[in-house]
């Protein structure tokens, strides 16, 4: 075991700015998620200008109906999306930080392709287990908030903190059975298994260094997102101010900056801080499961 934070935090910052077809990678998912809310925002904008802003109630039903089918079938693209591209990035990173192999946006895809099943086998494990547990809190939360008129979130806040660094784990376990996939060979029930073993034996380590990387990266983006978000807390004030515009004009022009700036400046952000986050984890588990002569070797 050779682990040393400084070295982990830049020798991903390196890896991050040299390899770019990473970010590609991680911003596939993203691609996806856009187009769908690019088509829900077209219909949207449709709808409005058909009704002039008074929609009727069985048009609003079907509009619902319309939601509810396109985030379904997104969620399913986006899976696949995602255990697609998790397998490149993670064989990227791995190609990297050895300095062997081709990191091509291209080639890292086809050789990531036969990890694909096992992937995904991991993600959906995770996601139904520790995933779920987090989702159906969350939502019994948030009903208790709407009932009790936002009461119950000062009673949740302690246990919202406490979830935090326990939903950076999970994160954790994801990536370091993705890599145990990959380095190790490991059918997808072992890969899990094993990366739990990893993280609850370091357990301090991979909160420590999702927390910095967390904290650096809320930080860079609210200095992108506060510029990029005034322009549609603008309008708001110039309606106050006597401005006459109509509802589809607030519609139009604040769905045109969300899907034409912000969504497109927020992927890149996000994939950036995304790829620096992965790495780290990435060599955390490398670097805690391979002996430290055979590192030196490496680099």
């Known amino acids: 075991m050779n682990f040393d934070l400084s070295d982990i935090l830049t020798r991903s910052g390196q890896i991050t700015w040299r390899h770019k077809s990473i970010w590609g990678l991680l911003m596939l998912p993203?691609?996806?998620?856009?187009?769908?809310?690019?088509?829900?925002?077209i219909f949207f904008l449709v709808i409005m200008n058909i009704t002039d802003g008074d929609i009727p109630d069985f048009i609003f039903v079907g509009f619902g109906l319309f939601f509810l089918l396109t985030l379904v079938i997104s969620t399913i693209v986006n899976y696949a999306v995602r255990a697609a591209s998790s397998s490149a990035a993670t064989l990227g990173i791995i190609r990297a930080d050895r300095g062997e192999g081709s990191t091509k946006f291209i080639d890292l895809v086809r050789d990531g392709l036969p990890y694909f099943w096992r992937i995904l086998g991991v993600m959906l494990?995770?996601?139904?287990?520790?995933?779920?547990?987090f989702t159906i809190f969350f939502i019994l939360a948030f009903v208790l908030i709407i009932v009790t008129i936002g009461m119950a979130s000062i009673c949740l806040q302690p246990i919202m903190l406490l979830l935090t660094p326990l939903m950076f784990l999970m994160v954790g376990v994801m990536d370091a059975?993705?890599?145990?996939?990959?380095?190790?060979?490991?059918?997808?029930?072992?890969?899990?298994?094993?990366a739990f073993q990893v993280v609850r034996a370091h357990v301090w380590k991979y909160v420590i260094i999702t927390l910095i990387v967390y904290l650096g990266g809320s930080i860079l983006t609210s200095f992108i997102i506060v510029p990029l978000m005034l322009p549609i807390f603008l309008v708001p004030f110039l309606i106050a101010m006597g401005q006459e515009m109509s509802m589809q004009s607030v519609a139009l022009i604040s769905v045109l900056l969300f899907?034409?700036?912000?969504?497109?400046?927020?992927?890149?952000?996000?994939?950036?801080?995304?790829?620096?986050?992965?790495?780290?984890?990435?060599?955390?588990?490398?670097?805690?499961?391979t002996p430290a002569e055979k590192i030196e070797n490496q680099v």
């Not at 059975?177 to 094993?194: C, F, L, S, T, Y």
């Not at 927020?266 to 490398?286: A, W």
């Open 30 to 41: 993203m691609v996806v998620s856009f187009l769908a809310l690019m088509l829900f925002g």
């Open 177 to 194: 059975a993705q890599i145990a996939v990959i380095v190790e060979g490991m059918n997808v029930m072992d890969a899990v298994k094993h």
């Open 125 to 133: 494990v995770i996601s139904l287990t520790i995933g779920l547990a």
């Open 259 to 289: 899907f034409c700036i912000f969504f497109p400046v927020m992927m890149l952000v996000s994939s950036v801080i995304g790829v620096f986050m992965k790495t780290s984890l990435d060599l955390t588990y490398l670097r805690l499961t």
